[in-house]
């Protein structure tokens, strides 16, 4: 079963965190929904977003039909990570959130990269590439506690 390991470091989580959406492998015995409860499991303690984060999750991942359709290719995806970093907006999204919207240590971070997803097709290797760009929102409170996922932006609609 995936895990996305604790930290106290935000850019750190990011990475985690975008690691676990991407990373995936048809053939491991897993559905999207293993996935999905692995992300879901560092999302907000307080419970206020897990259920947009769920929706969030659905939409970076195959469907349950898909899955299976993908399956008989053998297919596995990853991600690089070109670059990762505070969105110059997010210090006006701050500005603008209502006392006690965002939790202490909130924290923004727009990942540029490139999804890889390999298969196998009529016995020939298959690969294709992508470049992806999405922001994880997330907080790491200030007493040391690791770090937990808020929300995720909609994939190819970073915060810039």
């Known amino acids: 079963m995936p895990r996305i390991l ?11 965190v975008a ?20 992300i879901l499991d560092v999302g907000d303690p307080s419970g206020t977003e897990q259920a947009g984060l769920a929706a969030d999750i659905a939409t970076y991942l195959p469907s ?18 070109d670059n990762i970093a505070v969105p110059d907006a997010w210090s006006e999204a701050v500005a603008q959130a209502q006392p006690g919207q965002l939790p202490p240590g909130a924290i923004a971070y727009t990942i540029d990269g490139v999804r890889h997803r390999d298969g196998i097709w009529n016995d020939v290797p298959q ?7 999405f922001t994880v929102f997330l907080a790491c409170p200030p007493d040391g506690d690791p770090c937990y996922l808020l929300r995720l932006s909609q994939l190819g609609s970073p915060l810039r």
């Open 19 to 38: 690691a676990a959406l991407f990373t995936w492998d048809t053939g491991a015995g897993l559905m999207p929904l293993d996935y999905t409860s692995a």
């Open 64 to 81: 349950r039909e898909a899955w299976v359709q993908l399956r008989q290719y053998a297919t596995t995806q990853y991600l690089t990570i």
């Open 6 to 16: 604790p930290t106290s470091n935000p850019e750190t989580f990011a990475r985690r």
């Open 127 to 133: 690969v294709l590439t992508a470049p992806v760009a």
